[in-house]
Protein backbone atom coordinates (compact mmCIF):
# COMPACT_ATOMS: atom_id res chain seq x y z
CA UNK A 1 0.00 0.00 0.00
CA UNK A 2 1.49 3.16 -0.88
CA UNK A 3 1.89 6.02 1.66
CA UNK A 4 0.80 9.98 1.64
CA UNK A 5 0.23 12.82 3.64
CA UNK A 6 -2.52 15.34 4.33
CA UNK A 7 -0.76 17.71 2.06
CA UNK A 8 -1.52 15.20 -0.68
CA UNK A 9 -5.48 14.94 -0.03
CA UNK A 10 -5.69 18.83 0.03
CA UNK A 11 -3.55 18.79 -3.46
CA UNK A 12 -6.13 15.79 -4.84
CA UNK A 13 -9.11 17.38 -3.80
CA UNK A 14 -8.01 20.73 -5.36
CA UNK A 15 -7.45 18.90 -8.55
CA UNK A 16 -10.82 17.37 -8.44
CA UNK A 17 -13.01 20.99 -8.16
CA UNK A 18 -13.75 20.55 -4.32
CA UNK A 19 -14.67 24.62 -3.79
CA UNK A 20 -15.08 26.69 -1.09
CA UNK A 21 -19.30 26.69 0.23
CA UNK A 22 -19.97 23.35 -1.91
CA UNK A 23 -22.10 20.86 -0.24
CA UNK A 24 -20.24 17.30 -0.80
CA UNK A 25 -21.73 13.54 0.06
CA UNK A 26 -18.77 11.35 1.05
CA UNK A 27 -19.04 7.24 0.23
CA UNK A 28 -15.50 6.07 1.08
CA UNK A 29 -13.43 2.83 1.09
CA UNK A 30 -10.52 4.96 3.39
CA UNK A 31 -8.48 1.66 4.15
CA UNK A 32 -8.12 1.02 0.03
CA UNK A 33 -5.95 4.40 0.07
CA UNK A 34 -3.57 3.33 2.21
CA UNK A 35 -1.06 4.23 4.79
CA UNK A 36 -1.53 8.35 5.77
CA UNK A 37 1.60 8.95 7.14
CA UNK A 38 0.97 11.34 10.07
CA UNK A 39 -2.44 9.52 11.37
CA UNK A 40 -1.25 7.20 14.58
CA UNK A 41 -4.08 5.39 15.15
CA UNK A 42 -7.66 5.31 13.33
CA UNK A 43 -9.40 8.41 15.24
CA UNK A 44 -6.31 10.53 14.05
CA UNK A 45 -7.03 9.09 10.06
CA UNK A 46 -10.59 10.01 10.16
CA UNK A 47 -9.89 13.22 12.02
CA UNK A 48 -6.99 14.00 9.09
CA UNK A 49 -9.32 13.28 6.16
CA UNK A 50 -12.42 15.16 7.90
CA UNK A 51 -10.40 18.37 8.63
CA UNK A 52 -8.79 17.97 5.21
CA UNK A 53 -12.17 17.96 3.58
CA UNK A 54 -13.68 20.79 6.13
CA UNK A 55 -10.73 23.04 5.42
CA UNK A 56 -11.52 22.76 1.29
CA UNK A 57 -14.91 23.32 1.47
CA UNK A 58 -15.21 25.78 4.45
CA UNK A 59 -17.33 27.27 6.93
CA UNK A 60 -20.00 27.59 4.38
CA UNK A 61 -19.88 23.80 2.95
CA UNK A 62 -21.53 21.12 4.08
CA UNK A 63 -20.78 17.65 4.35
CA UNK A 64 -22.70 14.59 4.56
CA UNK A 65 -22.90 10.72 4.90
CA UNK A 66 -24.54 7.43 5.28
CA UNK A 67 -25.21 6.62 8.87
CA UNK A 68 -27.23 3.37 7.85
CA UNK A 69 -28.06 0.86 10.85
CA UNK A 70 -29.14 -2.56 9.54
CA UNK A 71 -28.88 -4.08 12.17
CA UNK A 72 -31.97 -2.41 13.56
CA UNK A 73 -33.95 -3.84 10.28
CA UNK A 74 -32.52 -7.37 10.37
CA UNK A 75 -31.82 -8.30 13.32
CA UNK A 76 -34.50 -6.14 16.07
CA UNK A 77 -31.94 -4.37 17.34
CA UNK A 78 -33.50 -1.32 19.51
CA UNK A 79 -32.78 2.38 17.60
CA UNK A 80 -31.45 4.85 19.80
CA UNK A 81 -30.65 8.06 17.55
CA UNK A 82 -28.05 9.66 19.50
CA UNK A 83 -26.55 6.61 19.88
CA UNK A 84 -27.22 3.87 17.58
CA UNK A 85 -23.60 3.09 15.59
CA UNK A 86 -23.90 3.29 12.09
CA UNK A 87 -23.10 -0.21 10.15
CA UNK A 88 -21.97 2.31 7.12
CA UNK A 89 -18.37 2.56 8.02
CA UNK A 90 -16.24 3.94 10.47
CA UNK A 91 -15.59 7.06 9.36
CA UNK A 92 -19.46 7.66 9.03
CA UNK A 93 -19.43 6.92 12.32
CA UNK A 94 -16.91 9.32 13.46
CA UNK A 95 -18.99 11.83 11.38
CA UNK A 96 -22.10 11.04 13.13
CA UNK A 97 -20.30 11.19 16.73
CA UNK A 98 -19.57 14.81 16.04
CA UNK A 99 -21.04 17.22 18.31
CA UNK A 100 -21.96 19.85 15.28
CA UNK A 101 -23.76 16.87 13.34
CA UNK A 102 -26.62 16.29 12.95
CA UNK A 103 -28.54 12.77 12.17
CA UNK A 104 -31.59 12.28 10.22
CA UNK A 105 -34.84 10.40 12.01
CA UNK A 106 -34.88 7.06 9.81
CA UNK A 107 -34.13 4.23 11.52
CA UNK A 108 -32.40 2.50 9.28
CA UNK A 109 -31.16 4.76 6.44
CA UNK A 110 -30.34 7.45 8.13
CA UNK A 111 -28.18 10.40 7.22
CA UNK A 112 -25.60 12.39 9.10
CA UNK A 113 -24.80 16.26 7.99
CA UNK A 114 -23.02 19.12 9.44
CA UNK A 115 -22.37 22.34 8.03
CA UNK A 116 -24.55 25.20 6.22
CA UNK A 117 -27.05 23.28 4.92
CA UNK A 118 -27.45 20.28 7.95
CA UNK A 119 -30.89 21.16 9.08
CA UNK A 120 -31.80 21.60 5.20
CA UNK A 121 -31.00 18.04 4.85
CA UNK A 122 -31.64 15.84 7.59
CA UNK A 123 -34.26 17.71 9.90
CA UNK A 124 -38.28 17.57 9.13
CA UNK A 125 -37.62 14.70 6.13
CA UNK A 126 -40.36 12.55 5.23
CA UNK A 127 -40.54 9.15 6.43
CA UNK A 128 -39.67 6.88 3.81
CA UNK A 129 -35.71 6.78 3.29
CA UNK A 130 -35.86 7.55 -0.87
CA UNK A 131 -38.93 9.13 -1.05
CA UNK A 132 -39.69 13.35 -1.42
CA UNK A 133 -38.36 15.04 1.42
CA UNK A 134 -35.50 12.67 1.98
CA UNK A 135 -32.51 13.86 2.68
CA UNK A 136 -31.33 12.74 -0.88
CA UNK A 137 -34.11 14.83 -2.48
CA UNK A 138 -33.36 17.55 -0.64
CA UNK A 139 -29.10 16.86 -1.43
CA UNK A 140 -30.04 17.00 -5.44
CA UNK A 141 -32.41 20.47 -4.61
CA UNK A 142 -29.40 21.72 -3.63
CA UNK A 143 -27.55 20.10 -6.33
CA UNK A 144 -24.51 18.93 -3.70
CA UNK A 145 -21.47 17.28 -5.07
CA UNK A 146 -20.60 13.16 -4.24
CA UNK A 147 -16.95 12.57 -3.13
CA UNK A 148 -16.13 8.94 -3.41
CA UNK A 149 -13.16 8.32 -1.19
CA UNK A 150 -11.73 4.96 -2.70
CA UNK A 151 -14.62 3.71 -4.12
CA UNK A 152 -15.61 3.73 -7.74
CA UNK A 153 -18.10 6.57 -8.88
CA UNK A 154 -21.20 4.31 -9.23
CA UNK A 155 -21.17 2.72 -5.90
CA UNK A 156 -23.55 5.82 -4.29
CA UNK A 157 -27.19 6.02 -2.98
CA UNK A 158 -28.06 8.29 -6.07
CA UNK A 159 -28.20 5.30 -8.19
CA UNK A 160 -30.62 3.47 -5.91
CA UNK A 161 -32.67 6.55 -5.42
CA UNK A 162 -33.05 6.54 -9.00
CA UNK A 163 -34.21 2.94 -9.39
CA UNK A 164 -36.94 3.81 -6.49
CA UNK A 165 -38.49 6.84 -8.50
CA UNK A 166 -38.03 4.32 -11.64
CA UNK A 167 -40.31 1.89 -10.08
CA UNK A 168 -37.81 -0.98 -10.54
CA UNK A 169 -39.64 -4.60 -9.93
CA UNK A 170 -36.97 -5.95 -7.62
CA UNK A 171 -37.80 -3.37 -4.67
CA UNK A 172 -40.73 -2.45 -2.74
CA UNK A 173 -41.52 -0.37 -0.23
CA UNK A 174 -41.39 -2.24 3.26
CA UNK A 175 -43.45 -1.04 6.67
CA UNK A 176 -41.13 0.35 9.12
CA UNK A 177 -41.51 -0.24 12.93
CA UNK A 178 -38.80 -0.88 15.45
CA UNK A 179 -38.00 -0.25 18.89
CA UNK A 180 -36.70 3.53 18.39
CA UNK A 181 -35.84 6.04 21.01
CA UNK A 182 -34.75 9.79 21.12
CA UNK A 183 -33.75 11.64 24.25
CA UNK A 184 -34.72 8.62 26.48
CA UNK A 185 -38.56 7.95 25.28
CA UNK A 186 -39.76 5.34 23.24
CA UNK A 187 -40.84 7.18 19.71
CA UNK A 188 -43.80 5.46 18.30
CA UNK A 189 -43.66 6.09 14.77
CA UNK A 190 -44.08 3.95 11.43
CA UNK A 191 -41.47 4.38 8.10
CA UNK A 192 -41.33 2.82 5.06
CA UNK A 193 -38.16 1.81 3.65
CA UNK A 194 -37.23 0.75 -0.07
CA UNK A 195 -35.72 -2.81 -0.11
CA UNK A 196 -35.09 -5.82 -2.23
CA UNK A 197 -36.97 -8.91 -2.36
CA UNK A 198 -34.31 -10.91 -0.48
CA UNK A 199 -35.57 -14.32 -2.39
CA UNK A 200 -34.75 -12.56 -5.39
CA UNK A 201 -31.17 -13.62 -6.92
CA UNK A 202 -30.06 -9.80 -7.81
CA UNK A 203 -26.54 -9.40 -9.76
CA UNK A 204 -25.01 -6.00 -10.67
CA UNK A 205 -24.42 -5.94 -14.03
CA UNK A 206 -20.82 -4.14 -13.69
CA UNK A 207 -20.93 -3.27 -17.27
CA UNK A 208 -23.51 -0.97 -17.99
CA UNK A 209 -22.80 0.35 -14.04
CA UNK A 210 -18.77 1.21 -15.76
CA UNK A 211 -20.87 2.39 -19.17
CA UNK A 212 -22.35 5.05 -16.77
CA UNK A 213 -19.66 6.32 -15.21
CA UNK A 214 -18.24 6.48 -18.94
CA UNK A 215 -20.54 8.41 -20.14
CA UNK A 216 -20.32 11.12 -17.41
CA UNK A 217 -16.36 10.44 -17.49
CA UNK A 218 -16.95 11.40 -21.09
CA UNK A 219 -18.66 14.46 -20.54
CA UNK A 220 -16.03 15.64 -18.31
CA UNK A 221 -18.69 15.36 -15.53
CA UNK A 222 -16.82 12.94 -13.38
CA UNK A 223 -13.56 13.98 -12.24
CA UNK A 224 -10.45 11.85 -10.42
CA UNK A 225 -7.30 11.99 -9.23
CA UNK A 226 -5.02 9.28 -7.23
CA UNK A 227 -4.63 9.31 -4.22
CA UNK A 228 -2.27 6.84 -2.08
CA UNK A 229 -3.02 3.64 -3.69
CA UNK A 230 -6.61 4.13 -5.37
CA UNK A 231 -8.76 7.09 -6.57
CA UNK A 232 -10.70 9.95 -5.60
CA UNK A 233 -13.76 11.24 -7.48
CA UNK A 234 -16.00 14.25 -7.32
CA UNK A 235 -19.26 14.87 -9.57
CA UNK A 236 -22.45 16.10 -9.38
CA UNK A 237 -25.44 13.52 -7.59
CA UNK A 238 -27.98 15.55 -10.05
CA UNK A 239 -26.19 14.59 -13.16
CA UNK A 240 -25.48 11.33 -11.82
CA UNK A 241 -29.28 10.67 -10.86
CA UNK A 242 -30.33 12.17 -14.41
CA UNK A 243 -28.43 9.72 -16.19
CA UNK A 244 -28.84 6.81 -14.38
CA UNK A 245 -33.07 7.62 -14.77
CA UNK A 246 -31.70 7.69 -18.68
CA UNK A 247 -30.72 3.98 -18.38
CA UNK A 248 -33.56 2.72 -16.65
CA UNK A 249 -36.33 4.59 -18.96
CA UNK A 250 -34.77 1.96 -21.59
CA UNK A 251 -34.22 -0.65 -19.25
CA UNK A 252 -35.22 -1.39 -15.64
CA UNK A 253 -32.63 -3.98 -15.41
CA UNK A 254 -29.98 -1.98 -16.57
CA UNK A 255 -27.84 -2.55 -13.54
CA UNK A 256 -28.98 -5.44 -12.01
CA UNK A 257 -30.00 -9.13 -13.65
CA UNK A 258 -32.57 -11.09 -11.95
CA UNK A 259 -32.46 -14.73 -13.03
CA UNK A 260 -35.44 -16.05 -10.45
CA UNK A 261 -38.71 -13.97 -11.19
CA UNK A 262 -41.45 -16.59 -10.47
CA UNK A 263 -44.92 -16.64 -12.34
CA UNK A 264 -47.69 -15.77 -9.47
CA UNK A 265 -45.23 -14.79 -6.57
CA UNK A 266 -44.28 -11.57 -5.90
CA UNK A 267 -43.41 -9.60 -7.31
CA UNK A 268 -44.30 -10.94 -10.73
CA UNK A 269 -47.81 -11.80 -11.74
Known sequence: MKKFKKIDILRALKKIGLKKGQTVYLNHKLFKLGDLCEAKDRNQYFKIFFDSIYETIGKNGTIATNTYTFQTLRHGKKFIYEKT?????????????????????????????????????????????????SPYHRFIELDGKVLNLGLDAWCNPFLHLAEYLSGVPYYYNKLTNVNYYKNNKKINKYFSTSVRYLDLDIKPKLKNLKKLEKVLIKKKLIKSENLGSSKIYLFSAKEYFNSALRFLEKDQFAFFKISNFKKNRIPYK
Do not use: M, W
Open 85 to 133: KSTSGEFSDYIRRRKESLRSQHPVFSVTALGRHKKYLCANNSHHNYGYN
